[in-house]
């Protein structure tokens, strides 16, 4: 069985098309909803319920103080009965045949995850993005796809919506609470822990782009959160003993630790910064207990010693 987990905050809008579009597949029926309502204050929660009473077989609704994304995630994957798992966003939209797609893919491939891909689209579901496609459907290991993931090959494969998992692989794994990014600091670690992954060829997912931009100059908490989510990609690599990815990881946070130094930062900004960089010096120093660093963080690390407006290789060149 599949259970399909859709975190719900606010979004009543959008929520019935979401809705109708996985009560609606054809030709699959092993599959369960659980509605995750994180404290809506609009007619979310109603809408919820009025599919559940419509669809009592098929649909649960828990009700909840609101947590944010990752808890409500993590709240579903604590009561989902399913081998497999499947998320879905409550302002998106999936095709008649999404959940078939997923399951026939698994069966005839062994796989722990299968990636599927998405259409963006606006607020009118019309399709403004086509998602970038492999040539063609290919299966490989968890480790590969952690190269693809990092590489950006797919920057699709960050994201915890649309695609099926096995339900173990979240086993000692949960969404971060309160941070933004939160697919992108789970998503090495399932990768990592899988054994194999397909990837399909289908577009079944339509993925809602919302209007308005996170860029600009100033830092924000977004900024500081992404930074995080890498270091605990990191240390969970290392704990994994996949080091090839701990030194992947260490060159993004180092990089993007440099771009966000010259945002302009308030006194709280510059406080969490210190702390991330802290953390950082701590997972460096696991990492150099287990052998040498690889060529590309080697020159990052290089680079840094030059920039005399950067005091952040005092640890990193003492040997």
């Given amino acids: 069985m599949i259970s399909v987990i859709i ?34 204050s609009d007619g979310s929660g109603s ?9 009592p077989e098929k649909i649960r609704v828990f009700h909840k103080t609101n947590g944010g994304l990752s808890d409500a995630r993590n709240f579903g994957l604590q009561r989902c009965r399913g081998d497999f798992v499947c998320f879905i966003d409550s302002d998106d939209f999936v095709s008649s045949d999404f959940l078939l797609n997923l399951s026939v893919a698994q069966s005839e491939t062994g796989a722990d995850i299968v990636v599927g891909f998405a259409y963006d689209v606006d607020s009118r579901s019309r399709i403004i993005k086509e998602p970038n496609l492999p040539s ?26 649309g695609k099926l998992f096995k339900a173990n692989l979240f086993v000692n794994k949960k969404f971060p609470f309160g941070l933004y990014h939160e697919d992108e600091a789970v998503a090495q670690t399932i990768y990592l822990k899988a054994d194999k992954v397909f990837f399909s060829t289908n577009v079944n997912y339509y993925y809602m782009q919302r209007a308005g931009s996170i860029t600009g100059l100033k830092c924000n908490k977004r900024d500081l959160d992404y930074l995080e989510t890498i270091l605990i990609r990191g240390n969970d690599a290392c704990d994994m003993e996949f080091f090839e990815f701990v030194d992947i990881n260490m060159d993004q946070f180092l990089s993007n630790f440099l771009r966000i130094k010259n945002k302009e930062l308030n006194l709280s ?24 660093l690889s060529g590309s963080l080697k020159q990052i690390i290089a680079l840094l010693i030059f920039n005399k407006s950067v005091n952040i290789c005092s640890l990193l060149v003492k040997r």
């Fill in 7 to 40: 975190p719900v905050y606010n979004v009543e809008s959008y929520l019935t098309k979401c809705l109708e579009s996985i009560v609606n597949q054809s030709s699959f029926f092993d599959y369960e909803v659980l509605l995750i309502d994180d404290g809506s």
């Fill in 47 to 55: 809408i919820c319920d009025t599919f559940c009473k419509n669809n």
């Fill in 136 to 161: 063609e459907v290919f299966l490989c290991s968890g480790i590969e796809a952690s190269r693809l993931l990092n590489k950006g090959a797919y920057s699709y494969l960050m994201t915890a919506w």
């Fill in 269 to 292: 900004e510059r406080k969490r910064m210190n702390d991330l960089y802290l953390d950082f010096r701590s997972l460096y120093k696991r990492r150099k207990k287990y052998g040498k």
